[in-house]
């Protein structure tokens, strides 16, 4: 069984720039979610989804950043106007609900803003 | 708020020593909160390491173990006997049932020394 992939694996961008993430999930898994993770901190959430439906986006920086799933399945995630505070790795994440079970990652992508 | 806090690192055994890296939680807003260990080998996607889903239980997994204590709010990770192939980075985790929101603790990188 195919894991999460993300891509692009790197990016390097100067301020100002837009940049756009992408995830494939686990063929089957209904749930989704986007992490930040800031070097030498653990993952913190930005967006979670459940098919298509954005479930929680409370901690998504709005004005610059969105998320969409439009057919439930793959996923983009858009940096507009990137800022140096926005470097980290994005992580995504699949799950088969929204139960308590585990959730798998993909190997994430290591954004740098200069 | 809801969080995590664990044992700074890099921690540094010497192989067949035996480890444990601390991890207490706040849940003020969480009446029954899981507790995770998730882990990152070099080079891999963060996975589950093992999970506590009831107050009092332990978890155990590759060796590992940890018990879930409501009374102390602690999550600790214990190993008897560390290998070499257990240098990695282990996020412990504050689960929320309602919705699989996960609280990740900043990380604690271990280093096996042969």
């Known amino acids: ?114 | 708020g809801d969080s995590v806090t664990q044992t700074e690192g890099p921690v540094t055994v010497s192989e067949s020593e035996s480890l444990i890296i601390n991890c207490t939680y706040s849940a003020t807003s969480i009446a029954y909160p899981n507790l995770f260990w998730y882990v990152r080998y070099p080079g891999e996607g963060l996975q589950l390491l093992l999970k506590v889903i009831t107050a009092g239980q332990k978890g155990s997994s590759r060796g590992f173990e940890a018990t879930y204590n409501k009374e102390t709010t602690s999550f600790h990770l214990q190993k008897a006997s560390v290998q070499e192939s257990d240098s990695a980075v282990y996020y412990c985790a504050l689960v929320k049932n309602s919705n699989n929101r996960i609280f990740f603790g900043d990380g604690t990188q271990l280093v096996v020394k042969p």
């Open chain 1, 1 to 114: 069984e195919a894991g999460v992939t993300q891509s692009p694996r790197y990016a390097v961008l100067q301020e100002g720039q837009a940049v756009s993430f992408w995830c494939d999930p686990i063929s089957g898994h209904d749930t989704l979610y986007w992490y930040q993770q800031p070097r030498d901190q653990g993952p913190q959430l930005l967006v979670y989804f459940r098919d298509e439906a954005v479930i929680d986006n409370s901690q998504l920086p709005s004005d610059r950043f969105s998320a969409v799933r439009p057919k439930g399945t793959n996923s983009t995630l858009k940096i507009q106007s990137a800022k140096q505070g926005d470097t980290a790795t994005y992580l995504c994440a699949s799950s088969p609900g929204t139960g308590v079970y585990e959730q798998y990652f993909g190997p994430g992508t290591r954004l740098t803003v200069l």
